[in-house]
């Protein structure tokens, strides 16, 4: 199980990655208890792997374009 929130690395904002968030999975409530609705849960997910995703390959682009 991967915890979500932010976290840091070197004094330094992470980065958040695809894959990150495609491994991510959240606990099941116990019978009884009130939860979140899986499916909408994992549709977000999905969606900010698809904008992550995007915004690596633009970033990729721009950096090939950028002399160093």
Do not use: C, W
Not at 15 to 27: S, T
Not at 39 to 48: D, N, S
């Amino acid at each position: 199980m991967h915890s979500v929130g932010v976290f840091r690395a070197a004094s330094r904002l992470a980065r958040l990655h695809p894959e990150q968030v495609r491994r991510i999975r959240f606990r099941r409530t116990k019978v009884g208890r009130r939860g979140l609705a899986e499916e909408q849960v994992y549709a977000f997910l999905r969606a900010m792997v698809d904008d992550l995703t995007a915004r690596n390959g633009v970033e990729a682009g721009l950096q090939q374009r950028t002399p160093d």
